[in-house]
């Protein structure tokens, strides 16, 4: 979530009605495919965005938000301590499609654009015989950030005949008395019409195209999923099936639009415990129903009888914080809340099932894809990980390498003009049971993740030799990286095809989803 500055409240209700959009479909590759190898498995990726480890059951929550896919991971292999790169979604993804930290592709914050010169997992995936294809309801995965190189048709709810379908699904969930985000029908102030929540329709549309497609080449899926991603909506049925009733009413009651959201960052607001577990609660709810409709693809999947023959990952960009560490959304920091994230993979063929503890990097599904696709990996200056290898690991790295904001927006919500600690930089490193936060401000940080799963405790003083150990390792890494500060460099022909693409996704859309104000 983008640093967002407070508007003044309105009594009249504006909708977001986006322009209608064609189905894009992408060039296809300059050099004719290669055939998959014979036998080749497809390759479903789907993305929970938003979705913190911790609030699933897969994972130990105490509330059952994810039965369905605690049953599918049986069969699956199982990353405890899975770790996105970053904490949005931008440079989470570009990560996760080239296998490259953040300070590589600088794909951040300063630039939104996803260089031509990195080979995309799509890409490569669609050189060797596959056929490409995504359904995102996330705006930022559009060829606005060239997040979508390699994908031959890219769909979103922008588009009819989902776009229509998309606002009546939403609005068939909503609550008359909630009052809690700017979706919602009580909401006072200025309203949207975000219609996000779309699994159900991103099903129909895998399913059919897969049902009328040839089955004579591999096929490449990867599906956005943003249920659990504010605002969230979930249904009163749901709500009411798996929360205290009290709990329900003070999630209808409680303001967590992304104002509030940004005030709460800056100081300028204070939430309850109460409204922080009501908060949670609806998140939680929200999972349910992201749980659910995922679930419902998988069995569609299996009924065709393709499910077997397809390596499947259900995995996150990044989580949601509400109020640990006093900090709300994502964005400003690097703590398990926004950067411990689920993983699993299913291929009942290469994959055994099993549980992983070790900590892993999400951006290392890229060497794994095509090890288990039996497709090459494409050169890189830059060491490709792989969270199938053995022997022996190497720290995982997480970055904040652009933080989101200028000083005279931090002006309009901090009266002082201050905006320390927000603008900080940081690098993690997480190696075994410890997790090392560098921060641009030397105001560092060690944690035991075993003993302080909440990062509660900063232990730095008490383990110098562990520090050093983890510094040095931080050292050698960013020896291999470019300087991450600034901006990435587009040559001529870049500037013009990001100008030609659109270089500003529509401001409505971030608004509605809370990335600008």
Same mark, same amino acid.
Request: charged content about 25%; glycine content about 6%.
């Given at each position: 979530?983008?640093?967002?500055?407070?508007?003044?409240s309105s009594d009249t209700d504006?909708?977001?009605?986006?322009?209608?959009?064609?189905?894009?479909?992408?060039?296809?590759?300059?050099?004719?495919?290669?055939?998959?190898?014979?036998?080749?498995?497809?390759?479903?990726?789907?993305?929970?965005?938003?979705?913190?480890?911790?609030?699933?059951?897969?994972?130990?929550?105490?509330?059952?938000?994810?039965?369905?896919?605690?049953?599918?991971?049986?069969?699956?292999?199982?990353?405890?301590?899975?770790?996105?790169?970053?904490?949005?979604?931008?440079?989470?993804?570009?990560?996760?499609?080239?296998?490259?930290?953040?300070?590589?592709?600088?794909?951040?914050?300063?630039?939104?654009?996803?260089?031509?010169?990195?080979?995309?997992?799509?890409?490569?995936?669609?050189?060797?015989?596959?056929?490409?294809?995504?359904?995102?309801?996330?705006?930022?995965?559009?060829?606005?950030?060239?997040?979508?190189?390699?994908?031959?048709?890219?769909?979103?709810?922008?588009?009819?005949?989902?776009?229509?379908?998309?606002?009546?699904?939403?609005?068939?969930?909503?609550?008359?008395?909630?009052?809690?985000?700017?979706?919602?029908?009580?909401?006072?102030?200025?309203?949207?019409?975000?219609?996000?929540?779309?699994?159900?329709?991103?099903?129909?549309?895998?399913?059919?195209?897969?049902?009328?497609?040839?089955?004579?080449?591999?096929?490449?899926?990867?599906?956005?999923?943003?249920?659990?991603?504010?605002?969230?909506?979930?249904?009163?049925?749901?709500?009411?099936?798996?929360?205290?009733?009290?709990?329900?009413?003070?999630?209808?009651?409680?303001?967590?639009?992304?104002?509030?959201?940004?005030?709460?960052?800056?100081?300028?607001?204070?939430?309850?415990?109460?409204?922080?577990?009501?908060?949670?609660?609806?998140?939680?709810?929200?999972?349910?129903?992201?749980?659910?409709?995922?679930?419902?693809?998988?069995?569609?999947?299996?009924?065709?009888?393709?499910?077997?023959?397809?390596?499947?990952?259900?995995?996150?960009?990044?989580?949601?914080?509400?109020?640990?560490?006093?900090?709300?959304?994502?964005?400003?920091?690097?703590?398990?809340?926004?950067?411990?994230?689920?993983?699993? !993979? @299913?291929? &009942?063929?290469?994959?055994?099932?099993?549980?992983? $503890? *070790?900590?892993?990097?999400?951006?290392? =599904?890229?060497? #794994?894809?095509?090890?288990?696709?039996?497709?090459?990996?494409?050169?890189?200056?830059?060491?490709?990980?792989?969270?199938?290898?053995?022997?022996?690991?190497?720290?995982?790295?997480?970055?904040?390498?652009?933080?989101?904001?200028?000083?005279?927006?931090?002006?309009?919500?901090?009266?002082?003009?201050?905006?320390?600690?927000l603008r900080r930089r940081f690098?993690?490193?997480?190696?075994?049971?410890?997790?090392?936060?560098?921060?641009?401000?030397?105001n560092d940080e060690l944690y035991?993740? !075993? @003993?302080? &799963?909440?990062?509660?405790?900063?232990?730095?003083? $008490? *383990?110098?030799?562990?520090?050093?150990? =983890?510094?040095? #390792?931080?050292?050698?890494?960013?020896?291999?990286?470019?300087?991450?500060?600034?901006?990435?460099?587009?040559?001529?022909?870049?500037?013009?095809?990001?100008?030609?693409?659109?270089?500003?996704?529509?401001?409505?859309?971030?608004?509605?989803?809370?990335?600008?104000?």
């Amino acid at each position: 979530m983008l640093v967002r500055q407070p508007s003044p409240s309105s009594d009249t209700d504006v909708p977001f009605v986006p322009e209608p959009a064609a189905p894009q479909v992408l060039e296809p590759a300059a050099a004719p495919p290669a055939e998959a190898p014979e036998g080749a498995p497809n390759v479903l990726v789907l993305m929970w965005d938003t979705a913190r480890a911790d609030r699933m059951s897969l994972y130990g929550h105490d509330r059952p938000t994810t039965p369905r896919l605690d049953a599918f991971a049986s069969e699956a292999r199982v990353y405890d301590a899975a770790f996105a790169p970053s904490f949005w979604t931008v440079p989470s993804h570009a990560s996760l499609f080239t296998g490259l930290p953040v300070g590589v592709h600088r794909t951040n914050a300063h630039s939104t654009w996803l260089q031509n010169k990195y080979t995309t997992l799509a890409e490569q995936l669609r050189g060797h015989g596959w056929d490409t294809w995504m359904f995102s309801a996330n705006p930022n995965l559009s060829h606005k950030t060239n997040l979508i190189q390699g994908f031959d048709t890219v769909l979103s709810q922008r588009q009819e005949p989902w776009q229509s379908r998309a606002i009546a699904l939403t609005e068939s969930k909503l609550i008359p008395t909630d009052q809690s985000t700017e979706r919602s029908p009580a909401w006072e102030g200025k309203r949207n019409q975000s219609s996000k929540d779309i699994g159900p329709l991103m099903r129909e549309a895998l399913v059919g195209w897969l049902d009328e497609r040839p089955d004579d080449k591999p096929w490449f899926a990867f599906l956005n999923y943003m249920e659990v991603h504010g605002p969230r909506l979930p249904a009163l049925e749901t709500r009411s099936e798996l929360l205290p009733s009290d709990v329900v009413q003070l999630g209808l009651e409680t303001r967590t639009g992304f104002a509030d959201v940004s005030d709460a960052n800056h100081g300028r607001k204070t939430f309850s415990e109460a409204e922080k577990d009501a908060m949670r609660a609806v998140y939680d709810a929200s999972m349910v129903e992201l749980d659910a409709t995922t679930g419902d693809l998988l069995d569609d999947l299996a009924a065709r009888g393709v499910l077997d023959d397809t390596i499947v990952v259900v995995v996150s960009d990044h989580g949601e914080a509400f109020g640990e560490h006093d900090l709300y959304g994502h964005n400003y920091n690097l703590y398990d809340e926004l950067i411990r994230v689920p993983m699993l !993979v @299913r291929y &009942p063929a290469k994959v055994a099932p099993g549980r992983v $503890e *070790h900590p892993v990097s999400i951006r290392d =599904l890229f060497g #794994a894809l095509l090890e288990l696709t039996d497709v090459p990996t494409p050169e890189s200056k830059f060491p490709l990980g792989n969270v199938l290898a053995s022997g022996p690991r190497e720290p995982v790295f997480a970055e904040l390498t652009a933080f989101h904001g200028s000083r005279p927006g931090m002006q309009r919500v901090r009266e002082d003009g201050s905006w320390h600690p927000l603008r900080r930089r940081f690098q993690v490193v997480l190696q075994d049971q410890w997790k090392l936060i560098l921060a641009s401000d030397d105001n560092d940080e060690l944690y035991d993740r !075993v @003993r302080d &799963p909440g990062e509660r405790t900063n232990v730095h003083a $008490e *383990h110098a030799e562990t520090v050093a150990e =983890l510094e040095a #390792a931080h050292a050698a890494w960013r020896e291999r990286i470019p300087d991450p500060r600034g901006r990435a460099k587009l040559s001529r022909d870049e500037r013009q095809q990001k100008k030609r693409a659109g270089a500003d996704i529509p401001l409505e859309e971030l608004e509605a989803l809370g990335y600008v104000q």
